[in-house]
């Protein structure tokens, strides 16, 4: 279908971006790669009369260190965040999600703050995001404010972002001494995960010493597996305490049932992919 027509606008700074969303209200949409906007609009799920450009806007592009963090701007196409020395070095967690994120054509056009703004459950960066502590960086008319991940995904493809601000670029804290694994389970290569695991893992000799895991599809939003978390904390680094703490994965969860499956076996693979990514980010297997 064809959208519903609309006027376009592709400002150069995000403060002229800021000041058509101000004036243009609810009746504006920003467009980043439009991989999802896009199928939304020639929908016609949404027919917003002016349409915010931001693929013009140059400081929302790139990777970059920032001493203790590195930064990742808005507009960065998963093809460049995904291959990014930085981002393999500091959040290898990343780099692995997005090697099985959509196929060529999305990973270059689509933007790693497109993905996350739009905050769909089945989303591949969202959870790597929370396992990460990342913090988001969001722009508005009263300045900039930094959202942690646990408090960035708010509902169902609803994000701590407010309908005037913009989402500029994530900070993931460099973390030392950090194992990291990316689990998803597709029936299609390159398909959005039915579900997907992304952990991190300290260990100390061969004690897990910290462990923050992010679930994808579990529930309306990405969610941190906390009850595993917590189980792990002190363990040895062997598959049997892994294994133990790893039937809690499902806990405080409410996952979907759909045409891939139904809550419970997405439960199953919760606990199964976070078994496989904690023993892989402690290097146990
Ligand atoms: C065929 C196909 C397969 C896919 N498979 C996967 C997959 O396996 N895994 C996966 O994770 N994703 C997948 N995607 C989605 C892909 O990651 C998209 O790139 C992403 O969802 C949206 O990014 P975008 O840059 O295209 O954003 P857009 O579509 O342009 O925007 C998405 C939403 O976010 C808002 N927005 C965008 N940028 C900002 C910003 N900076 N600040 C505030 N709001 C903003 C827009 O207003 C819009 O509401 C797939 C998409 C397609 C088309």
């Given at each position: 279908m064809i959208p519903a027509a609309f006027d376009y606008v592709a400002p150069t700074s995000v403060e002229d971006a800021l000041a058509a969303l101000a004036q243009h209200g609810d009746d504006a949409k920003i467009i980043a790669g439009g991989q999802s906007l896009l199928p939304v609009l020639r929908m016609r799920l949404n027919a917003p009369e002016m349409v915010i450009d931001l693929g013009r806007i140059e400081s929302l592009r790139g990777v970059r260190d920032d001493g203790d963090a590195i930064v990742i701007g808005a507009m960065t196409p998963h093809a460049v965040v995904g291959s990014d020395p930085l981002v393999e070095e500091h959040a290898t967690l990343i780099s692995k999600a997005i090697e099985h994120l959509a196929d060529a054509q999305v990973r270059h056009r689509g933007t790693f703050g497109g993905a996350l703004a739009h905050a769909d459950p089945a989303g591949d960066l969202g959870a790597p995001a929370l396992a990460l502590g990342a913090e988001f960086v969001i722009q508005g008319p009263g300045g900039t404010r930094t959202v942690a991940a646990d408090d960035f995904f708010v509902d169902l493809f609803e994000t701590a972002i407010g309908d005037d601000e913009i989402l500029t670029e994530v900070r993931i804290p460099k973390r030392g001494g950090w194992g990291a694994q990316y689990e998803k389970f597709v029936r299609?290569?390159?398909?959005?995960?039915i579900v997907a695991v992304a952990a991190t893992v300290r260990t100390d000799g061969g004690t897990i010493a910290e462990a923050r895991i992010g679930l994808t599809n579990m529930g309306s939003t990405p969610l941190r597996a906390r009850a595993v978390e917590e189980a792990l904390a002190?363990?040895?680094?062997t598959e049997d305490a892994v294994r133990a703490a790893a039937e809690q994965a499902a806990e405080g969860t409410e996952p979907p049932s759909d045409l891939n499956g139904d809550a419970d076996y997405r439960r199953h693979l919760a606990r199964v992919l976070t078994r496989r990514a904690v023993l892989a980010a402690a290097g146990v297997a």
């Open positions: 299609v290569a390159h398909q959005w995960p002190g363990q040895p680094a």
